[in-house]
């Protein structure tokens, strides 16, 4: 395949390459989803299986998209043409790059919405809103917010917009140079809030809560949701790391530099977790409130401690930070895409998918007011979108990817890029082979109530 660089620039280094991985990895799925999709699937159990689905599928998984990435360098569509003509393979096996774009518009869109409740947010804080907030009234700053259609579409555009400008700027000029700034920042705060809630009567609560294994309280839909939720918070199963490895340097080590983002990743969820829950429990709220978690429970602890406004309106910078290094990935491969194969500029390209996304946006921005009663089998237009893209495509990217990789190409090219220890390699491929599919259909069976 090409050995050159490209025309979208590479990461300045191994480090800057993690740091843009990890800034994609990180973000609401981080800190908004799990948090409240563990407290609605029932705490430990489900925490259980995520971590098993992390390591046994989301990590071969990532370790494959990478390699694919940086054998083709280019956008995950173009790359995956090239690789599928080079590799001789089905046509068919393009889709994964498509697929993936489709997604990537899908997430984006609801993405943008939410992000835009985190960015309400620093000004709620910042301007005292929630000073003195109990359960109560927090709840109803919240339900303010997402009842006022104008002002979230006010907050989803200002966040895309800033999105788009970073993705518009391009990989060296843009992406590095905000993410450089942002990651650093995000571990500094977090672990700043994490010794606020290990001081906290219900640091035990929540722990408990976190890591206490009950089987009894897992679903066949809890099963498909922790699995979604491994592609989802890994950035997996769309191309967004297919197209973040097109950038990477050739010398890096693929395996390492995908243990480590995949391990701070994970801490950042559990530690988020951390924070969150003993809050929800020192002040007897419901773990399973759903989307409104965070947002409802956090500013509830921030009224009561020292402090507070300062720790508030911080935390919810920090959570406005991590989407947008998130939101850059999600934007990335179509905006590359475009301008390989329509040879338009950058900037261009990031208007028109931004503009498109934003109109997708509007979907979800009404899911939460105007709309919360159209319901398509219970779910809101934001839930399903939220399931169809998390659940069922990204696992089914992935599951193609896994496919692709281990019975579609060669296995000396693969190797010749992946640079794995011989042993490691043999193991990594049966699981790409066997394990991750076998994994992927049982649990879509078993949710479908097949199994
Ligand atoms: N991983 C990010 C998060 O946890 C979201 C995200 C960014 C993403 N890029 C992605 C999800 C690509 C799926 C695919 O918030």
Known sequence: MTEQTGIHGLWRSR???????????????NIWKFPYITGENGGGAFVLVYLVCIALIGIPVMIAEV???RMGRQSPINTMQALVKDQGAHKMWSGIGWMGAVAGFFILSFYSVIAGWALAYIFR???GVFDGATAESAGEVFGGLIGDPEGLLAWHTIFLVITIAIVARGVNKGLEKAISVLMPL???????????????????AGFHFLFDVDFSKLTGESIVVALGHAFFTLSLGMGAIMAYGA????????????LTVAFLDTLIALVAGLVIFPIVFANGMEPSAGP???????????????????????????????ALSSAISLGEPVVAWAVEKRGVSRAN????????????GIGTVLSFNLWSEYKLFGKTFFDTLDFLTANIMLPLGGLLIALFVGWSMRESDFQAEAGLPPMLFKALRFVLMFIAPAGVLFIFAN?????
């Open 292 to 322: 409104g978690l965070l947002f409802q429970t956090l500013p509830v602890a921030f009224a009561n401690m020292p402090g507070g406004t300062l720790f508030g309106t911080l935390f919810f910078v920090l959570v406005s930070f991590a």
């Open 349 to 360: 390209a990031a208007t028109w998918i931004g503009i498109i996304t934003w109109v997708l």
């Open 186 to 204: 995000l571990f500094l705060i977090l672990v700043v809030l994490l010794g606020y809630s290990m001081s906290s009567e219900s640091f035990g």
């Open 15 to 29: 480090w800057l390459f993690i740091l843009a991985a990890t800034g994609s990895a990180v973000g609401l799925g």
């Open 247 to 258: 950038y990477m340097p050739k010398g890096a080590s693929i395996g390492k530099t995908v």
């Open 447 to 451: 949710g479908l109530g097949l199994v």
């Open 125 to 127: 804080m910042g301007g």
């Open 67 to 69: 390699t694919l990435g």
